[in-house]
């Protein structure tokens, strides 16, 4: 199984540049999120996913979209990229079940210059 | 809201001996479930170990044990017989049953563990 797949795995914008970071998973996992990796802060909750076509802002969703069409997917938008935005980006899955852990894809590297 | 404290950013530990990393957390919401995560240099993020805070028993998993203190607020992992590749930061985080509906799950902000020969 492939898991949880995120593309790309690195990548450089300009100040003010978009792009969409791709997240996609084959586990049938209702619940998907993205977080945001610093130095020193571990991962932050951006946005998530209950199921196809429902989204909600996690702890830091300034500056981000997120759409889910279909269970599999869940790109992350970045609308106008700025120096702060540089970071590692981590897409989650998990299957119903409050006790059921998140499976995390390998994350994106990301740099705002 | 909840919060998670991970207070050792660095511990290093000979191989073959136990160590326990600590997490201490904070909720206001009556269930809630606390995980770790392993982070090895390359970067992915390995589900560890699972406690919720009705388990009777605390929570093992091969080498890897919970201490759950729910007094305490305390949920420290165990590693015991370290080994080389255990090398890694590790992660406390924990998900409460009213907070965003279930599904936020809070990170502490982890301990670099270094095993040495």
């Known amino acids: 199984n492939a898991g949880v797949t995120q593309t790309p795995k690195f990548q450089v914008l300009k100040t003010g540049q978009s792009m969409t970071l791709q997240c996609a998973q084959d586990?049938?996992?209702?619940?998907m999120s993205w977080y945001r990796q610093d130095p020193g802060m571990g991962l932050r909750l951006i946005h998530y996913?209950?199921?196809?076509?429902?989204?909600d802002q996690g702890e830091v969703p300034n500056g981000y979209n997120v759409s889910r069409s279909t269970t599999e997917d869940f790109p992350l938008r970045l609308l106008s990229a700025a120096p702060s935005q540089t970071s590692v980006y981590f897409c989650?899955?998990?299957?119903?079940?409050?006790?059921?852990?998140?499976?995390f894809g390998d994350g994106t590297r990301l740099s705002i210059l | 809201a909840q919060k998670i404290t991970q207070t050792q950013p660095g511990m290093f530990v000979q191989e073959k001996e136990a160590v326990t990393l600590d997490c201490t957390y904070d909720?206001?919401?009556?269930?809630?479930?606390l995980f770790w995560y392993k982070q090895p240099s390359s970067g992915e993020m390995i589900f560890l170990i699972y406690?919720?805070?009705?388990?009777?028993q605390n929570a093992t998993e091969g080498r890897y044990s919970l201490n759950f203190q729910k007094a305490r607020k305390s949920a420290n992992l165990v590693i015991s017989a370290s080994q080389l590749g255990d090398s890694a930061m590790y992660f406390c985080?924990?998900?409460?049953?009213?907070?965003?509906?279930?599904?936020?799950?809070?990170f502490g902000t982890g301990t670099q563990l270094k095993v040495e020969l």
């Open positions: 985080a924990m998900r409460g049953i009213l907070t965003g509906g279930g599904n936020k799950l809070t």
């Open positions: 586990m049938n996992h209702e619940y």
């Open positions: 989650a899955s998990r299957p119903t079940g409050f006790h059921q852990p998140q499976h």
């Open positions: 406690q919720g805070s009705y388990d009777q």
């Open positions: 909720t206001s919401d009556p269930s809630y479930g």
């Open positions: 996913s209950v199921g196809a076509g429902i989204t």
